[in-house]
């Protein structure tokens, strides 16, 4: 009998292997199913926690819904991720979801929103919002994929099959694998991501660094990534005049009002640091400038279609929350109650937030100082020569933090 060479017995082996290697490596992951993607199986200790959920984030949150079908949502960026919990009792539609993008611009969300109303017909939903959403240089997140949203940019319903660079990305890679083994690993450490989209700060690289190197030192680290490069160049408008960002603002709007969705809109609270920061940057003209136009083209949707305007909560000005003192620099013991750094608020204000705007005030909370104004056209200057003024007070009664800002623009 002729002998088969060691060359074809490899080539068989590895005919035969091969596939079976890849078919375990896709059960393997779609049973993890590490980035929440299709909700075969969801058990605890052996995959409900999902770390590598922050790494896919905009993949992991554009499945989430499709398989939850919330009936209300809060949008935005991490500052809501963190601080809007989507579990709060004054959400009168359920389920509710955390649809929140790290670092969004104002097109994620608007797409994001497209996208939940074509697969949940969602009902309501709180729109957080930050200024700088609406730099007209941002970019999309390279983890944003339009094929994978439910809904064109028109709002139209596109094809609901998962496109094929989802499919091979989730179960034939490499990071995959990885991921699904890290998922296994983690099951007995306090999750980073909750069920409904919210994240626990606390798991994060802030919460585990206040007692390491200090609050007022996450501060500092914030600003001046805020300073150097959120802010860096950042421009509301075209060098034409016209604002894609205030644009998509708009379209987002004009979805809401047709379908008759109860919309919420949130400035959200950053610390009184952090828009002492952007005005270091010179924007503090263009921040007054981008809350006129959040005013103004809410009103004008409203009233192309008779309708009354969504209330705009202003919580972005000077408050006993806002200007919440920062540990002196080396404390490593104290933790503030209202923020981790300038620009991230803790889950306890954005309680205050969401009662503020839902008109609920559990009783833990009757005790809760002044805090939010509602804006129009006709308040909004006079608005703004308040907050600039309490500007004025903050910066005389804060030298310190002051001049630790200032030294940014060193």
């Given amino acids: 009998m002729a002998k088969i060479s060691p060359h ?27 980035y929440g993607i299709y909700d075969f199986i969801n058990i605890e200790k052996f995959n409900a926690n999902k770390p590598s959920m922050q790494s896919h984030l905009r993949m992991s949150k554009a499945y989430q819904v499709r398989n939850q079908q919330p009936q209300a949502i809060v949008l935005g960026t991490s500052r809501a991720e963190f601080g809007l919990d ?9 389920p509710t979801y955390n649809l929140n993008l790290s670092g ?24 957080a919002l930050d200024f700088f959403q ?27 099959r998962m496109p094929t660079r989802d499919l091979f ?12 083994l890290n998922t296994i690993s983690s099951q007995f450490q306090r999750p980073t991501y909750l069920r409904n989209g919210l994240i626990d700060p606390a798991t994060t690289i802030r919460g585990k660094l206040i007692h390491i190197i200090g609050q007022r030192e996450l501060f500092i680290i914030n600003e001046q990534r805020y300073f150097n490069k959120t802010y860096d160049g950042f421009s509301l408008r075209s060098d034409d005049g016209t604002s894609r960002s205030l644009s998509n603002y708009r379209m987002l709007l004009g979805l809401a009002y047709a379908k008759d969705i109860d919309l919420k809109i949130v400035i959200n609270p950053s610390h009184a640091r952090q828009f002492e920061t952007l005005a270091a940057k010179g924007l503090w003209p263009t921040f007054e400038e981008w809350k006129i136009q959040l005013v103004k083209i809410n009103e004008e949707e409203a009233k192309g279609v008779g309708e009354t305007p969504f209330l705009i909560w202003d919580f972005s000005g000077y408050s006993t929350y806002t200007t919440e003192p920062v540990p002196v620099s080396g404390d490593t013991a104290s933790k503030m109650v209202w923020y981790w750094e300038s620009s991230h608020f803790t889950k306890e204000l954005g309680n205050l937030v969401l009662d503020k705007i839902f008109e609920s005030m559990p009783s833990q909370n009757k005790s809760a100082l002044p805090f939010g104004v509602v804006l129009t056209s006709n308040n909004i200057d006079a608005h703004l020569r308040n907050i600039k003024r309490q500007r004025g007070i903050w910066r005389k009664t804060h030298p310190s933090d002051v001049s630790e800002i200032e030294l940014l623009l060193d």
């Fill in 8 to 34: 074809k017995h490899y080539l068989k082996t590895l005919a035969f292997s091969t596939p079976m290697i890849l078919l375990v490596v896709v059960a393997t992951n779609f049973l993890v199913d590490p």
């Fill in 169 to 180: 990305d989730s179960l034939l890679t490499l990071d995959a694998l990885l991921s699904s």
């Fill in 86 to 94: 989507p579990d709060h009792p004054g959400f009168s539609h359920r």
């Fill in 104 to 127: 969004g611009n104002i097109y994620e969300i608007l797409r994001y929103f497209q996208h939940a109303y074509t697969v949940s017909q969602i009902s309501q939903v709180v729109l």
């Fill in 134 to 160: 609406f730099d007209v240089n941002s970019e999309n997140r390279p983890d944003f994929y339009e094929k994978r949203l439910a809904a064109n940019l028109r709002g139209f319903a596109t094809n609901h």
